[in-house]
């Protein structure tokens, strides 16, 4: 079982960046997932969750109004999409599933299986 995340790169502020993250194994429905980002010497920050059948989703004060999360259960992919991307948002971005106890909204340890990662990159 994988996470395969894509969509990053190098792109200039103020511009939209959508990402991609896509799981290999079953019952992708029935999972939260999320999206993690790790800026160069900072730790990891959660920025956004969404419920298995994507009714419900949660994210920090701090990342709502720029940055949706979103789903297809029929493609077992989860989605960020970032508008009007600024340098701060320069990171490693991951995506990662929830163990299947979790409830929502979950919590950072809730999630133990992660992506390898997707570097963006925003110039100013």
């Known amino acids: 079982v994988q996470l395969q995340a894509s969509g990053g790169g190098l792109v200039q502020a103020g511009n939209r960046l959508r990402l991609s993250c896509m799981y290999s194994?079953?019952?992708?429905?029935?999972?939260?997932m999320g999206w993690f980002r790790q800026a160069p010497g900072k730790e990891r920050e959660f920025v956004a969750a969404?419920?298995?059948?994507?009714?419900?989703?949660y994210g920090t004060d701090s990342m709502k109004g720029r940055f949706t999360i979103s789903r297809d259960n029929a493609k077992n992919t989860v989605d960020l999409q970032i508008n009007n991307l600024n340098p701060e948002d320069t990171a490693v971005y991951y995506c990662?599933?929830?163990?299947?106890?979790?409830?929502?909204?979950?919590?950072?340890?809730?999630?133990?299986?992660w992506g390898q990662g997707t570097q963006v990159t925003v110039s100013s």
């Open positions: 194994g079953r019952t992708f429905s029935r999972m939260i």
């Open positions: 969404i419920s298995g059948s994507g009714d419900r989703i």
């Open positions: 990662a599933k929830a163990h299947s106890d979790s409830r929502f909204p979950p919590i950072v340890p809730d999630f133990l299986r």
